[in-house]
């Protein structure tokens, strides 16, 4: 028996989010469901760095699950790929530790999230970016940015649905950078909480917009009540971009 | 009674083609229904520079149509755009002479294919490029490429299922262009025949794989035989770029 840990890429689009449920089709599922068909029906789950939701990508998600086949790494990609639908693709796979966990030895994750900050909307972006056609003003967002890096309570950037108890997380790094005609936002940090990205961008949209003041943040940090932050912006802007299983440096 | 021409773009991959065709979800059949929408029932036929086939993208296709309605272009541009899905775009919208014909009057096209070249495929481009991971000798398509422009006879280009009977069409300019991951294939032409751009890339891919030698290009166009150019490639790789209404000028 030997553990298989897996980078695969997904678009969002088309799954009701990564974690297995009734009567949907979930990543998850179709992942399981192509490691069955290798196992001669046996099931074989997968643990996943985390689940993400409806229409949110992954370009580098890490899942782990253990198989007695004895098949080369670059083989089980193959044969992986072959049995996945198109909207998920193992782009690697490595042999590890017995002991190595997807979930719990994650160190740190970056998601990115794609604005599209033209005045036109784009029919071949519209399922992997959010259209933002009204200006910005980026120094008043990177203000408000700099002010939620680090480590805080981000009970008020946190979906009020949510189990975690513990809301104290560390953001390392967030940069904001303009590619061509999409705004591209970037965060590492230690662990995310439920919807806790989309609600930082949609708050620091309401800063580039003039709605708040770049000043505001640490207010809405300390006051640890999600109803003073932003709206949740939309999941086909997100993507879980990397997961890091070493401390990261920058 | 006035005249308008639109510039739209749409995203291939959920439509059975541009032109209308019973129980298909097509270009056409959804823009007519959007203006019959704003004409309380009537109907409002359009006409376009030509038509493309099912999964083939277009960025600026162009339409043109009459309306009694008196509305500002930019009025109707926003009206369209609320009434069409998201996969159709009126990019923009202006008032023609009567006598405008967005097929008649067409001078030029330029049609665009994204060659996606890296080793591993991209769930996000999967709709939008066609994925070639094999090596090309980029050096013999262009030298492929070079003895297609210009004017001939195209019938080993075109599918046989046609009804044109002239084939002769100018390719005024072909261009490769790497843009990080992907080969961008360019061609401007007068016109081109059904299939024709993907044909000629299918060709030039076979040279670039070194299946063919470039100098097959001259004896193939000579033969006007179909079954000697190459495969067609996929539809999701093409897109109409752009329709111009005055003579082409480099």
């Known amino acids: 028996m030997s553990r298989y840990k897996c980078i695969i890429s997904y678009d969002g689009n088309q799954f009701s989010g990564y974690q297995v449920q009734p009567n949907k089709r979930t990543v998850q599922s179709e992942f399981e469901y192509a490691l069955q068909k290798m196992h001669k029906g046996e099931q074989i789950k997968i643990i996943s760095s985390g689940r993400t939701d409806a229409t949110v990508h992954a370009l580098g998600q890490v899942v782990h699950f253990d198989s007695p086949l004895s098949i080369p790494v670059e083989g089980w990609r193959k044969a992986l790929n072959s049995m996945l639908p198109e909207d998920i693709r193992v782009r690697s796979v490595d042999t590890v530790e017995p002991d190595f966990h997807a979930r719990f030895d994650v160190k740190a994750k970056e998601y990115r999230y794609r604005l599209l900050i033209s005045d ?3 029919v071949f972006k519209r399922q992997y970016t959010y259209h933002y056609p009204y200006p910005l003003n980026l120094h008043a967002m990177k203000e408000a940015a700099f002010s939620l890096a680090g480590t805080h309570d981000f009970t008020s950037f946190c979906a009020s649905k949510t189990e975690v108890q513990d809301k104290v997380r560390t953001i390392y790094q967030i940069k904001m950078e303009k590619q061509g005609d999409e705004l591209i936002l970037s965060f590492i940090g230690n662990g995310f909480l439920y919807n806790m990205v989309r609600i930082i961008v949609g708050t620091l949209l ?14 809405i940090l300390t006051a640890k009540n999600r109803s003073l932050a932003g709206k949740t912006a939309p999941g086909q ?14």
């Open 120 to 122: 036109e909307s784009c």
């Open 206 to 219: 309401e800063v580039g917009n003039g709605k708040r003041d770049a000043k505001e943040m640490e207010s």
């Open 237 to 250: 802007g997100l993507y879980l971009w990397q997961v890091f299983y070493e401390e990261w440096q920058k």
